[in-house]
């Protein structure tokens, strides 16, 4: 008799560009089915004459198929010769994790301080800037690290920056909301 495997889907799959965005939701869902061990373990798979090793497998299989079922078909045939889940949830991480880099840190700077709302909807708009400053913050991470003092008003600055760069280019038909909005930003 042949036990079905649970489907999981996060409503879009890994592309090779949204592992920044992706792989922290996949690790929750991951997690809250209680199988995070088998892509961030550091426990060795039971040999294989253990009589754990075939729930092992079957419970590791599953994982590595959830993580195969969220990728677009052109990544499954580069990464599915993986053994392990571990093994392809550390293969995806090397490829696509994003490290600091100053010129595409700089594109996408300028490409943030040029988007204007125009035609889109605001919530176009919004989600739009969200995305670059989702990109941006993957590859220029909070630059201190000594005190949470120093984290935190980073944030805080990083948020205000971004508040009056998304209202600083709303349509003039929001000009009204704009500066009451302005008018609640508290003082520094």
Same mark, same amino acid.
């Given at each position: 008799?042949?036990? *079905?495997? $649970?489907?999981?889907?996060?409503?879009?799959?890994?592309?090779?560009?949204? &592992?920044? +965005? %992706?792989?922290? /939701?996949?690790?929750?869902?991951?997690?809250?089915?209680?199988?995070?061990?088998?892509?961030?373990?550091?426990?060795?798979?039971?040999?294989?004459?253990?009589?754990?090793?075939?729930?092992?497998?079957?419970?590791?299989?599953?994982?590595?198929?959830?993580?195969?079922?969220?990728?677009?078909?052109?990544?499954?045939?580069?990464?599915? *010769?993986? $053994?392990?889940?571990?093994?392809?949830?550390?293969?995806?991480?090397?490829? &696509?994790? +994003? %490290?600091?880099? /100053?010129?595409?840190?700089?594109?996408?700077?300028?490409?943030?301080?040029?988007?204007?709302?125009?035609?889109?909807?605001?919530?176009?708009?919004?989600?739009?800037?969200?995305?670059?400053?989702?990109?941006?913050?993957?590859?220029?991470?909070?630059?201190?690290?000594?005190?949470?003092?120093?984290?935190?008003?980073?944030?805080?600055?990083?948020?205000?920056?971004?508040?009056?760069?998304?209202?600083?280019?709303?349509?003039?038909?929001?000009?009204?909301?704009?500066?009451?909005?302005?008018?609640?930003?508290?003082?520094?």
């Amino acid at each position: 008799m042949s036990k *079905q495997t $649970e489907s999981i889907s996060l409503g879009f799959k890994l592309d090779g560009k949204n &592992f920044p +965005v %992706r792989s922290p /939701l996949m690790r929750v869902v991951i997690d809250s089915r209680e199988k995070l061990e088998h892509i961030e373990g550091e426990q060795d798979p039971p040999k294989t004459t253990d009589p754990e090793f075939n729930k092992w497998q079957a419970s590791d299989f599953t994982v590595f198929t959830w993580l195969i079922q969220n990728m677009e078909p052109k990544l499954v045939l580069q990464f599915a *010769q993986h $053994e392990t889940a571990k093994a392809l949830w550390r293969s995806l991480a090397t490829t &696509f994790r +994003v %490290r600091a880099d /100053l010129v595409q840190v700089y594109d996408l700077e300028i490409r943030t301080s040029q988007l204007k709302q125009g035609n889109e909807s605001l919530e176009q708009y919004w989600g739009n800037l969200q995305q670059l400053w989702i990109e941006t913050d993957a590859r220029k991470p909070c630059p201190y690290t000594c005190c949470e003092k120093g984290i935190n008003t980073y944030r805080k600055e990083t948020k205000i920056k971004r508040l009056y760069q998304f209202l600083s280019d709303l349509d003039d038909k929001y000009d009204t909301l704009r500066r009451e909005l302005i008018k609640q930003i508290p003082k520094p």
